[in-house]
């Protein structure tokens, strides 16, 4: 079945710096990619849609300069949170979608980060 | 106005029983697509079932089925037999947009499952 991996699992970093989150497609191609952000107890809200070779699509509200996201091939996509602060301490997680084949959505196994 | 509504924050039931979680959604789309998600604890999304707005029968995945009312716009999810691992976050999903960059998958506020033993 279709896998996507998360990197890293769980970051902790200081106010002011910057990290970044890989979503990698193993077995599959995924031109279109998801970042969710998800607080505790609460739903997954969509930030952005990461398309490969174009610029990503931010939702309303989502700080496009803060949430950096780069789709740089069919099986990768990156979120960089830059210069972080304790308020961005969040649940994150991306999705792809096959572009073939399935309908369904494959989650990565999400990023926990915390910031200090 | 919400796009997916679930409105049981919370359920307990006993080992064992068949559980209906509820779902409804909005949208205009005559196409469009609803899934249904497990998430334990450990934070991952697992995909359970999956319902096209143009598929005629009810999805059946094992001990899941969606019971599908187009007209009145519900995708609940039927869990038989329920077992003290299907603990967990339940979360319902509608896919719109089918052209590139229009994609969207939007959550419902999820149901949290509770299997007393």
């Known amino acids: 079945g279709a896998v996507v991996s998360q990197h890293p699992s769980r970051v902790i970093c200081k106010s002011g710096t910057s990290v970044k989150i890989e979503c990698r497609s193993l077995?599959?191609?995924?031109?279109?990619m998801f970042w969710y952000r998800q607080f505790p107890k609460q739903s997954l809200m969509l930030m952005a849609t990461?398309?490969?070779?174009?610029?990503?699509?931010?939702e309303q509200g989502v700080e496009k300069d803060k949430f950096l996201i780069n789709h740089a091939s069919l099986t990768l996509s990156t979120l960089t949170v830059t210069s972080a602060h304790p308020e961005d301490s969040s649940f994150y997680i991306c999705?792809?979608?096959?572009?073939?084949?399935?309908?369904?959505?494959?989650f990565g196994s999400g990023t926990r980060l915390t910031v200090v | 106005a919400q796009k997916i509504t679930q409105t049981q924050p919370g359920m307990f039931v006993q080992e064992k029983e068949a559980v209906t979680l509820d779902c409804t959604y909005d949208?205009?789309?005559?196409?469009?697509?609803l899934f249904w998600y497990k998430q334990p604890s450990s934070g991952e999304m697992i995909f359970l079932i999956y319902?096209?707005?143009?598929?005629?029968q009810n999805a059946t995945e094992g001990r899941y089925s969606l019971n599908f009312q187009k007209a009145r716009k519900s995708a609940n999810l039927v869990i038989s037999a329920s077992q003290l691992g299907d603990s967990a976050m339940y979360f319902c999903?509608?896919?719109?947009?089918?052209?590139?960059?229009?994609?969207?998958?939007?959550f419902g506020t999820g149901t949290r499952l509770t299997i007393i033993p």
């Open positions: 999705s792809a979608r096959p572009d073939r084949g399935l309908n369904g959505y494959t």
């Open positions: 077995d599959f191609q995924a031109t279109t």
């Open positions: 990461s398309n490969e070779g174009s610029k990503a699509t931010y």
């Open positions: 949208t205009s789309d005559p196409s469009y697509g």
């Open positions: 319902q096209g707005s143009y598929d005629q």
């Open positions: 999903a509608m896919r719109e947009g089918w052209d590139f960059g229009n994609e969207k998958l939007t």
